[in-house]
Nanobody, 122 residues
Framework: QVQLVESGGGLVQAGGSLRLSCTAS????????MGWFRQAPGKARELAAT????????YYADSVKGRFTIFRDNAKNTVYLQMNSLKPEDTAVYSC???????????????WGQGTQVTVSS
């Protein structure tokens, strides 16, 4: 069992930056590939970025590529999402998730956090 808790969301102006954190407790954090998902009002949840167990491999959705960076610190049981050049369309609830499988682009991850709201004003 893995428990995930996100933090770092908030209100930011377009063009600004935010860093989200997701801290895990429970079973070995380094055993899991981690993903950041987001869900905007009225839209389906989508994968923003994912990172492999040791951090060597990453994947980004086209909509965030070049603006967002996912990275992890296994010693701190934490995965981060650095979001730069934010746009109003980035407004969503952002959730982290953990799964044993790599490059899982669907939402059927094993473990989920509760989510944190990110609002980007124009």
């Amino acid at each position: 069992q893995v428990q995930l808790v996100e933090s770092g969301g908030g209100l930011v102006q377009a063009g600004g930056s935010l860093r989200l954190s997701c801290t895990a407790s429970g079973r070995a954090f380094s055993s899991y590939n981690m993903g950041w998902f987001r869900q905007a009002p009225g839209k389906a949840r989508e994968l923003a970025a994912t990172i492999s167990r040791n951090g060597a491999n990453t994947y980004y959705a086209d909509s965030v590529k070049g603006r967002f960076t996912i990275f992890r610190d296994n010693a701190k049981n934490t995965v981060y999402l650095q979001m730069n050049s934010l746009k109003p369309e980035d407004t969503a609830v952002y959730s982290c998730a953990a799964d044993a499988a790599w490059l899982k682009l669907t939402t059927d991850y094993n473990y989920w956090g509760q989510g944190t709201q990110v609002t980007v004003s124009s």
